[in-house]
């Protein structure tokens, strides 16, 4: 039987929004906010923001003539819940209370993805999900071991898009996702590698927290000494250091930018585009950009290992792998360990909407959020 969907994936200025009869999206868009419509909420937290989007998401279906009646489902994209294993979960109350007080990891703008979900799903008078949020943890007992007891590994990563990607390609294979050991590889902003083994997610970086190799914004794991040093001399704030770990650290710190597509151009030409940041010269934004993909694929090597070696396959996508170059030295470092397949961007909405199908054919397969 098809569903109806309507599919949410918040952002920081941005609503991703779907809406499919069956496996036919009826419209796909990108719903952004100018400043003037965030001017109101700035410095205030993001759930005062849920009239306006929720307002926004009813007038797009109004425009398209969706009556809310029809719609089987409402998903959005999980936010910073409790840690749960991977699945589909349906919105309760719970749920609404962590993703409302930032419970876990403070306010994200995902958190408003369950939320907007439910409120509208309350309209329609139908079921409402999220599905494979970053904060899934399937990690096995000793991936948790960091060598401090107080500071214990924890699992934050691309969960949707990993998943999505790992039963897509054992489906092909002709295998169950539970059936197979994978590695797949989400590279973005942030970079994730998991280790997929039998439909679990048992070992993983932590991307978010600066964890495993460095990103186009991101520093990874960092010398500890070093670090250290850093935090007591003085010279840095907090913030300073925060900032250093995620959102100026990785390719932006070596070489001014954080746009692999600008910095390719810059590496194959030599010439840099008007208003362009980069400061560094043609030679040391390839190299800078040639130490991120050798961590990656560091990382990638280290999940084989997890594995035991034993991999049906390795996979990378996000954002990055758009990249001519970067898919292409991977391969260098690890396809011989097993077949490699490539799939660019990311496709959370599909992700999401296919999480919602299975969960309406299968109740059984909906989770309770406790």
Not at 20 to 29: A, D, H, I, M, S
Not at 295 to 309: D, E, F, H, N, T
Not at 327 to 348: D, H, I, K, R
């Amino acid at each position: 039987m098809d569903y109806n969907i309507l599919v949410i994936n918040p952002g920081s200025t941005s609503d991703d929004i779907g809406y499919y009869r069956g496996n036919t999206p009826v419209f796909e868009v990108t719903v952004r906010y100018s400043m003037t419509d965030l001017e109101p909420y700035e410095g205030k937290n993001v759930i005062e923001q849920l009239p306006l989007r929720k307002k926004l998401i009813l007038d797009y279906l109004i425009d398209h003539n969706i009556p809310l009646e029809e719609i089987n489902a409402v998903i959005g994209r999980g936010g910073f819940i409790k840690s749960v294993s991977g699945g589909v979960y349906e919105v309760n109350e719970q749920m609404l209370k962590d993703l409302s007080a930032g419970t876990y990891g403070g306010i994200h703008p995902s958190n408003l993805g369950g939320i907007l979900a439910h409120e509208i799903a309350q309209i329609a008078h139908c079921p409402s999900f999220i599905a494979n949020p970053v904060v899934i943890d399937e990690l096995q007992p000793i991936a948790r071991y960091s060598g401090m007891p107080e500071n214990p590994r924890i699992s934050i990563f691309h969960a949707l898009s990993q998943k999505r990607v790992a039963r897509m390609i054992a489906e092909k294979m002709g295998k169950k996702y539970t059936d197979v050991n994978c590695i797949i590889c989400h590279g973005g902003g942030g970079i994730t590698v998991g280790a997929h083994c039998k439909g679990r997610v048992i070992d993983v970086n932590n991307g978010y927290e600066g964890d495993g190799p460095m990103t186009p914004q991101r520093s990874g794991g960092v010398p500890a000494a070093g670090l250290m040093q850093m935090c007591f001399s003085g010279k840095y704030t907090e913030r300073d250091i925060k900032l250093k770990l995620r959102g100026k650290g990785g390719l932006v710190a070596y070489t001014g930018t954080s746009d692999v597509k600008d910095l390719e151009e810059f590496i194959r030409t030599g010439v840099k585009r008007p208003g362009s940041m980069i400061f560094c010269t043609r030679e040391q934004a390839q190299e800078a950009r040639d130490a991120m993909v050798y961590q990656i694929a560091k990382y990638i090597g280290a999940m084989a290992v997890v594995l035991k070696g034993k991999i049906d396959f390795i996979a990378l996508t996000g954002g990055l792998m758009h990249s001519k170059t970067i898919p292409q030295q991977l391969g260098e470092y690890v396809g011989w360990l097993a077949p490699l397949y490539v799939f660019p961007g990311s496709e959370e909405k599909v992700a999401l909407r296919e999480a919602a199908q299975r969960a309406l054919q299968d109740p059984s397969l909906v989770k309770r959020y406790v």
